[in-house]
């Protein structure tokens, strides 16, 4: 089955400040990764994706993840962080290849980042 | 590309009544998802449909919950005499095929008095 550790409940940086949040999971092969935001009352909106090839993948925001196949990770970094990005951040993994099943995605627990002005 | 429109937005009910949500996917989406989102919590995942047909079903499902999608659009979620640990966000999202992001709707809250 599959998982999703995000090990941080909550994050604080000072704006302008840099950001990684961190993600592990556990699939038995290839997953597809995702970052998702949500805003209070608010869906989630797709930030970035992996699915194969290059292992930095950049999003929307100006935010990037890196898969790491060694570490079981898919940890999400911006340079530099603005007031808005206060939200809750979710990492999934869905099952990757042709598996003749939905793909559902299992999500983490989320992250809450707090930015301090 | 309208998004995916859920409605309605917030559900106030009392223990023992029926829910029905509805969701209406991107258009050209052939696959629909549901999941339950608690607080603090990631979503989970309920059901998915690819076109009409409900393809898979989780143990979160249990028989007092049925959703259909009988024409291959729109979907709708009832949850038969509600229950206070039913009180939870609904999302609904919708994709292109397997493995495509998922985009997702604004939720639908629901509370149980």
């Known amino acids: 089955a599959q998982s999703v550790t995000q090990p941080d409940i909550h994050i604080t940086v000072s704006e302008g400040a840099s950001l990684e949040l961190r993600c592990n999971y556990s699939y038995g092969a290839t997953p597809y990764l995702f970052w998702y935001v949500q805003s209070p009352g608010q869906g989630l909106q797709l930030l970035l994706k992996y699915f194969s090839g290059d292992t930095l993948v950049q999003g929307i925001k100006g935010f990037e993840a890196e898969f790491k196949r060694s570490q079981s990770s898919f940890n999400l970094r911006k340079p530099s962080v603005h007031w808005s990005d206060a939200a809750e951040y979710f990492c999934a993994v869905g099952a990757g290849g042709f598996t003749g099943g939905g793909n559902k995605l299992t999500f983490g627990t989320g992250t809450q980042l707090k930015v301090e002005l | 590309d309208t998004g995916v429109s859920q409605d309605p937005r917030h559900k106030i009910t009392k223990r023992g009544q029926n829910v029905t949500f509805r969701c209406d996917p991107i258009s050209e989406h052939n696959r629909l998802y549901w999941y339950r989102q608690t607080l603090g919590q990631g979503p989970e995942f309920l059901t998915y449909?690819?076109?009409?047909?409900?393809?898979?079903k989780s143990r979160l499902l249990s028989d007092r919950f049925s959703a259909e999608r009988p024409k291959g659009s729109f979907s709708t979620l009832e949850i038969q005499r509600t229950e206070q640990g039913d009180s939870a966000m609904y999302l609904c999202?919708?994709?292109?095929?397997?493995?495509?992001?998922?985009?997702f709707g604004d939720g639908t809250r629901l509370s149980i008095l």
């Open positions: 449909f690819q076109n009409e047909a409900q393809l898979e």
């Open positions: 999202a919708s994709s292109t095929q397997q493995g495509q992001p998922q985009h």
